[in-house]
Every structure is written in structure tokens, then in C-alpha cells.
T-cell receptor, first 115, second 111 residues
Framework: DVKVTQSSRYLVKRTGEKVFLECVQD?????MFWYRQDPGLGLRLIYF???????EKGDIPEGYSVSREKKERFSLILESASTNQTSMYLC??????????????FGDGTRLSIL | SQQGEEDPQALSIQEGENATMNCSYK?????LQWYRQNSGRGLVHLIL?????REKHSGRLRVTLDTSKKSSSLLITASRAADTASYFC???????????FGTGTRLTVIP
């Protein structure tokens, strides 16, 4: 089974801090994704990556950056944390086969609180 | 938005009853996927239906797809308390390189 591991289940940080959320997958998937999930808004894509050192902006990239130096690891960075970034953050990975998006495998999420 | 829209937003049923959730979307798709999320956890993939398929089964799950109406439904038969969760549809739009998730249906199965 694919395992997607997020470094923290719960995280509390202060406004203005630089925050790193780490995600590792063990199935050699090309694609990796970062979402945030807020009540009533569903999942919103922040960034995704389809290869090492490659990244694409999603729907809400402002205030975030990402890093993918190795295929198995995809990091989300909050450059200067703000209270409106308090949310549940979900990482996912998937294969890309024949021009279609295959099922995504999710980590258990990081519930981030910015005080 | 290319997001799928699930209907209803919330559904409460008795154990043993069937649960039906619907998803509508706006663009042409390669496939449509359904996911489940237990409270406080990540999403888990349930089933994928391709655009050229009309119905698919997996255990107690039945998914239908009507591309002319741009809609899909997820039926859970003989529901159990353990089916209590949020259910999301996700569309693989033609030409897109990521999935678009809906806002989900929260299902409560009462023992």
C-alpha cells in the first residue's frame, strides 16, 4: 500500500514565523500535491509538482512556496505565517498514466494553528 | 470553477438504509473519482469511473456516471455506522493535470 507521511499531525506557530510542512511518499509517484481544507470550502489546491524541482501553482498559492528536491519528498513553506493560514493541510501523491490523473493517496493531514 | 458540487451537503440515515450522494460538474472529463474522509483524517480513494463507463460496483458501493448531464451518483447499500464520514467527488477534467474536488457530503449513519 502507498504510504504518504506528513511530519506533524498538529502544529502551533506564531504570526510571522516561517513554517515548514513536510510530506514523504514511498511509492515513486511522479505527482505530489498540497491542499488546504477549510469548513464549507472543501479542498483547495495550493501547489503541485509533477517531477523533481518542478512545481505548478494551484488555486491559492499566495503566501506559500514549495520545494521538491527529491522525488519522494514535497515540502510546503509558509514564508511568514498569518492567522488566516490556520487550517488543515493535506498532502497527496499520485501516478500520471496515459494523460489522465490517477487516484490520489493522502496523508493524515497537519492541523496548523497560527497564533 | 471546475469543482464538482455534491448534493446533499449533509445526509442522516438509519443503519441498514441506503445512502445516495450526487455530484455535478461543469467540464468534459477523463474520469470521476469518489473519496471518503473520516473525521480528522486524510481522504481515501474509493472508486474511479472512466468517462466511457456508465456504472461501476465495488462491494456495497455503486457509482453511476451520466456524461450528458455531467453528473454522478454514489450509492452505499445497507449502510453501517462505520460508513459515517464525508464523501467527496473529484473530476479529472480533460487537459487538466490535477483533480478538482467538490465540497463533500457529510453522511451520518445512526446505529
Amino acid at each position: 500500500d502507498v504510504k504518504v507521511t506528513q511530519s506533524s499531525r498538529y502544529l502551533v506557530k506564531r504570526t510571522g514565523e516561517k513554517v515548514f510542512l513536510e510530506c514523504v511518499q514511498d511509492m515513486d509517484h511522479e505527482n505530489m500535491f498540497w491542499y488546504r481544507q477549510d469548513p464549507g470550502l472543501g479542498l483547495r489546491l495550493i501547489y503541485f509538482s509533477y517531477d523533481v524541482k518542478m512545481k505548478e501553482k494551484g488555486d491559492i498559492p499566495e503566501g506559500y512556496s514549495v520545494s521538491r528536491e527529491k522525488k519522494e519528498r514535497f515540502s510546503l513553506i509558509l514564508e511568514s505565517a498569518s492567522t488566516n493560514q490556520t487550517s488543515m493541510y493535506l498532502c497527496a501523491s499520485s501516478l500520471w498514466i496515459g494523460g489522465s490523473n490517477q487516484p490520489q493517496h493522502f496523508g493524515d493531514g497537519t492541523r496548523l494553528s497560527i497564533l | 470553477s471546475q469543482q464538482g458540487e455534491e448534493d446533499p451537503q449533509a445526509l442522516s440515515i438509519q443503519e441498514g438504509e441506503n445512502a445516495t450522494m450526487n455530484c455535478s460538474y461543469k467540464t468534459s472529463i477523463n474520469n470521476l473519482q469518489w473519496y471518503r474522509q473520516n473525521s480528522g483524517r486524510g481522504l481515501v480513494h474509493l472508486i474511479l469511473i472512466r468517462s466511457n463507463e456508465r456504472e461501476k460496483h465495488s462491494g456495497r458501493l455503486r457509482v453511476t456516471l451520466d456524461t450528458s448531464k455531467k453528473s454522478s451518483s454514489l450509492l452505499i447499500t445497507a449502510s453501517r455506522a462505520a460508513d459515517t464520514a464525508s464523501y467527496f467527488c473529484a473530476t479529472d477534467a480533460t487537459g487538466a493535470n490535477n483533480l478538482f474536488f467538490g465540497t463533500g457530503t457529510r453522511l451520518t449513519v445512526i446505529p
